[in-house]
């Protein structure tokens, strides 16, 4: 008995101590300078300044507008990409011809790096030469010759479409592994009952399927509350585009060299933490960790 | 009558979903093949009426696209080895062993994979400029083998679950160490396991954007992501766009091939790594 701990303790060691250095200290490094006044210039003094920078916060018109944004990224990406990924699994749960290949290719979106197919899309939302901008105007969405990505408002719908198409096929994919797990026999006793075919989904189907949509529903909340690279590639926070990490990164990266923006970064930092840690606590719940 | 309308809606959408996954690689690919003026054409055509792959020559000799690629590489190779290693070992003692404070240990390795990275970001960069690794291939290996421990952790201990025990406890008897029985019994078994939690933290680590971009701060250092993201002109107003998706069809089509042929191994992998509901 004595024997495994030890042995677990130098088996786990190496992980922990990897994240320990990494993230763990990090944070802690995180939370420390937010009370601080400093800048990234080599040789730049450190000043306590207690909860001043979290005061100013508090009253930055920029963070608030960028919490806004991110708040509504958040809510209509998560909301529209569980509602047609469900859709979209329980299409390619049906039998067709190629089902195998079809069901390969919604992987693609999600392998590929978000900076890159966020280019790939800068491009088809170019204002004069993109393809989707002139499907668009066919449509009568936009105007002809509208930037859709220098345009207040359009800006931010365009880049919540990007990332539902990257999203929506992944969880599609997660919930379709919920479908497949269903056993048969349930359907088969509900149609005895007499149950049709609308009975059976929302009876049946929908149950059963409901936690999968939950927890990937709160991991991709967890997700879209950090994004960072679809908007700092498609406009680099321009046009009410900004989010919190965005923000975040310009003042720690760009604001602390020449100033002293550090401590206040790091405060910006440790509310994006706590905001994230909410939802966090929620999703380390429903997992339900058991071990014996 | 009824069962046609059906087959009718199954199919619209089924090729929607393609469309839909598909389409904006269509449209980089044949974008990359289209002289420039074909390409700046406020009527784009769907199918290329001139090819050319003088794009495909640029991009290689107009910056160090190959470097990055190598960068690239390295970077997400050395982070999947190291991952993998650390992984094994962590994941095997959650699996098998028994010991206090199990609970707690998987919880802090997984409360990682939850933290807004950006959050660390500041004094990350702080840390790696200490110790001189701003710039180097280090400086980005140990952060992402920190960030794809959780994952790695967690997706291996699930698969060691599901190994037949009695193997073990047959060389457990005949006196082999618990390490040794690890690394030529049961790492061995556990071949598929390993190679789909090796791919998500390959693709992970290649597809990583936010590290990158800070801890690399020179063109030569750039991963593939930063170099394409950053994609700069001959002039500043000028982007290049026909190079621009030449090097993304460059880039994405090893992917691709990649995700193709290990689909199911991913999604195995995907689904025990974020949802067991």
């Known amino acids: ?292 | 009558m009824n069962k046609t309308i059906t087959k009718i809606i199954l199919y619209t959408s089924v090729v929607a979903i393609v469309l839909w996954c598909v389409f904006p690689f269509y449209w980089a690919f044949i974008s990359s093949i289209k002289p420039d003026r074909d390409l700046f054409e406020t009527n784009p055509s769907l199918i290329p009426h001139r090819v050319t792959f003088i794009n495909y020559l640029k991009v290689f000799s107009e910056r160090p696209f190959h470097i990055n690629i190598m960068n690239s590489a390295i970077v997400a190779g050395a982070t999947t080895l190291f991952a993998l290693i650390i992984g094994i070992s962590a994941g095997y003692a959650v699996a098998r062993l028994r010991f206090k404070g199990k609970i707690i240990v998987m919880s802090l390795i997984l409360a990682v994979s939850m933290f807004p990275q950006v959050s660390i970001l500041g004094s990350l960069f702080l840390i790696l400029r200490s110790m001189h690794l701003i710039n180097t291939y280090s400086g980005l290996i140990l952060p992402y083998v920190s960030l794809n421990l959780p994952l790695t952790v967690w997706v291996l201990q699930n698969f060691f679950r599901e190994l037949p025990v009695e193997v073990e406890e047959a060389a457990l008897m005949d006196g082999c160490s618990r390490f040794r029985l690890l690394w030529s019994i049961v790492v061995p078994m556990s071949s598929p396991g390993l190679v789909a939690t090796g791919l998500l933290v390959f693709i992970n680590s290649w597809n990583e954007f936010l590290f990158a971009l800070t801890f690399m701060q020179r063109p030569e250092k750039y991963t593939v992501p930063v170099a394409i993201a950053l994609f700069k002109g001959a002039t500043q107003y000028e982007i290049p766009w026909g190079q621009i998706m030449a090097a993304t069809v460059i880039v994405t089509l090893p992917l691709v091939i990649l995700v193709l042929a290990f689909q199911n191994r991913i999604i195995e992998g995907l689904s025990a790594g974020s949802v067991k509901g």
């Open chain 1, 1 to 292: 008995m004595k024997k495994s701990s030890l042995t677990a303790f130098w088996m786990i060691l190496p992980a922990i101590l990897v994240i320990s250095v990494i993230a763990f200290f990090p944070l802690f490094e995180t939370f420390y300078d937010s009370f601080y006044s400093l800048s990234l210039r080599p040789g730049s003094v450190k000043r306590f300044v207690g909860l001043m920078n979290y005061e100013r916060l508090m009253r930055d018109p920029r963070f608030l507008a960028d919490l806004k944004h991110t708040v509504f990224f958040t809510v209509v990406s998560v909301s529209f990409e569980t509602i047609l990924g469900t859709l979209m699994a329980l299409v390619v749960h049906q039998k067709f011809p190629l089902r195998g290949l079809v069901r390969a290719s919604m992987l693609v979106p999600w392998a590929i790096p978000t900076a890159i197919s966020s280019q790939m899309w800068r491009w088809m939302f170019h204002d004069q030469f993109g393809v989707v901008s002139k499907f668009w105007e066919r449509l009568g969405i936009i105007k002809p010759g509208t930037p859709v990505l220098g345009t207040p408002g359009l800006a931010m719908w365009a880049i919540i479409f990007v990332d539902v198409w990257k999203t929506t096929p992944f969880m599609a994919i997660l919930i379709l592994a919920a479908l497949q797990v269903i056993p048969e026999e349930l359907y088969e006793a509900a149609r005895i009952d007499g149950a049709n075919a609308i009975q059976r989904f929302f009876k049946v189907t929908v149950p059963l399927i409901l936690p999968t949509i939950g927890v990937a529903l709160i991991f991709r909340t967890l997700d879209a509350l950090r994004v960072f690279d679809v908007v700092y590639v498609m406009t680099r926070g321009a046009v009410e585009t900004e989010t919190l990490a965005v923000y975040n990164r310009h003042v720690l990266m760009d604001r602390a060299f020449t100033g002293s923006w550090f401590g206040y970064g790091s405060a910006i930092s440790v509310a994006i933490f706590i905001i994230i840690s909410v939802f966090a606590v929620i999703y380390m719940r429903s997992l339900k960790l058991k071990f014996d």
